[in-house]
């Protein structure tokens, strides 16, 4: 069972990474694929150090407990260890793929774009929604990410054959990237959840939107993550608690509320990317259940060895200090 007390780096994301790679390993072998390069687009559960090499602070992220268990030093990672982009390059044997701001690192086997803090939707939608003086983290969002791989895809191939060739044996992951536009809504907008909702369509546009900008330039298989429970969140745990026990799942402790609008956003992508497979046959464009994944670790804690507390969901909103930033709203 999730907890509002559960330390965010109690148990990493080693369980959650497990089940998805598990099943996104048998996917790829199951059609005899052998990635030999990974493209990374997204938030804090892929960045391994943009954000940090971006920033002009010492943010959380790059200090102590982060990266203490595996690296033994902070890498810009929002983990005490590894992501699920490190298990799924280790599973494919490629190395940990280099962040895209970390310049002259070999870029053959794969690079990271993923920012913390990324909103799938430009900046400048969120002026005037939030409130005063309130701001999305960063202003590397998708389409600045985008951007980043079209300027580096020069170097990677320079022909259309030579493209071709090179990005059928990539991988492409195009997330998790959604949830920060939901976290500014909620927590430094405070719009209600109908308002919420209807921005849900647009997150989506924007996600596949990016997927078939990627796919014109080129990638042919695409893994694009649903969200995570939000309801399992500490820090949504916090903000809206409640009294009434009838908002909580008992089999999870989590907010019901805000765990089925985390699956009316994942029913909406299905949707739109089984229209994108209609469109572009040739591309292989594979879902990945982050919600279904990591709830069934909510559901059965002790069976992934997480004990009783259970552990939070949303890196880079558990922490005291992330909690307090996120409250200033």
């Not at 804090?44 to 030093?73: E, Q």
């Not at 997330?175 to 209600?192: A, C, P, Q, T, V």
């Not at 279904?292 to 005291?320: M, N, W």
Request: aromatic share 14%; glycine share 10%; net charge neutral.
């Amino acid at each position: 069972m999730f907890s509002k007390s559960s330390p965010p780096l109690h148990m990493k994301l080693q369980m959650l990474t497990f089940i998805l790679v598990f099943s996104i390993f048998h996917i790829s072998h199951s059609t005899q694929l052998n990635y030999t390069s990974i493209f990374s687009f997204g938030d804090s559960l892929a960045d391994t150090g943009n954000a940090l090499i971006h920033s002009k602070s010492n943010p959380v992220f790059g200090r102590l407990p982060y990266g203490m268990t595996y690296f033994m030093h902070p890498t810009g990672r929002c983990s005490d260890g590894r992501l699920i982009v490190d298990f799924l390059a280790s599973a494919f044997g490629l190395p940990f793929l280099p962040p895209y701001l970390a310049h002259g690192q070999n870029i053959r086997q794969g690079v990271n774009f993923a920012v913390v803090g990324a909103t799938a939707l430009d900046p400048a939608f969120f002026q005037g929604l939030l409130a005063d003086g309130a701001f999305p983290f960063t202003n590397l969002s998708l389409s600045t990410q985008l951007r980043w791989f079209e300027e580096l895809k020069p170097s990677l191939c320079n022909t259309t054959t030579a493209c071709a060739g090179y990005f059928s044996k990539s991988l492409f992951l195009v997330g998790e990237i959604g949830g920060n536009d939901y976290n500014y809504f909620f927590l430094l907008g405070g719009k209600s959840l109908e308002e919420v909702k209807s921005y849900v369509p647009k997150v989506v546009g924007a996600i596949v939107a990016a997927s078939e900008r990627l796919i014109k330039n080129g990638a042919v298989n695409l893994l694009v993550p649903g969200n995570l429970p939000f309801g399992c969140s500490s820090v949504y745990l916090t903000v809206f608690n409640s009294p009434n026990k009838e908002e909580y799942d008992p089999t999870t402790g989590c907010l019901k509320w805000l765990n089925a609008f985390a699956k009316y956003h994942d029913a909406l992508l299905r949707r739109a990317l089984d229209e994108l497979r209609r469109k572009y046959p040739r591309a292989r464009i594979m879902y990945a259940d982050y919600y279904g994944a990591s709830i069934q670790i909510g559901r059965s804690p002790q069976r992934f060895g997480s004990g009783e507390e259970g552990f939070d969901l949303t890196p880079g909103l558990g922490t005291d200090e992330s909690f307090h930033s996120w409250g200033k709203a």
